[in-house]
């Protein structure tokens, strides 16, 4: 009788122990400077996206055989510095209006990138 009431309490003793076991948690450091560039690119990355998705661009790209699917896809495989210097062309071109010779050029290098890829 002793003997069976000290398997059951160290039975159950050891269901406790395996049952509530925390479980396991990962943390690291973020410094500020990588959270703020990772941030800013994903804003940089979304202003490209949005400007390839004006009717006027996607008919330029089209006009000139690149498929907008393409051009999202090749636009999401850009490195940190290409996309940054596409949101800078953006940034710098008029508001509204016809399409410029900025625009006209931002619509070229990225059919090119597009083109080069494939």
Do not use: C, Y
Request: no cysteine; aromatic share 2%; charged share 20%.
């Amino acid at each position: 009788m002793k003997k069976s009431a000290l398997r059951l309490v160290s039975t159950s003793l050891l269901a406790l122990a395996v049952g509530f076991q925390a479980p396991l948690a990962r943390a690291e450091l973020v410094t500020t400077p990588d959270a703020a560039t990772h941030n800013a690119e994903d804003t940089e990355r979304a202003k490209v996206l949005q400007f390839l998705e004006q009717a006027n661009v996607k008919e330029r790209l089209q006009a000139m055989g690149v498929d907008g699917l393409a051009a999202s896809e090749r636009v999401a495989a850009l490195d940190q510095q290409e996309i940054h210097a596409l949101a800078q062309r953006i940034d710098s071109m008029p508001a509204g209006g016809a399409i410029s010779t900025m625009e006209w050029i931002l619509i070229v290098l990225i059919a090119i990138l597009v083109v080069v890829a494939l």
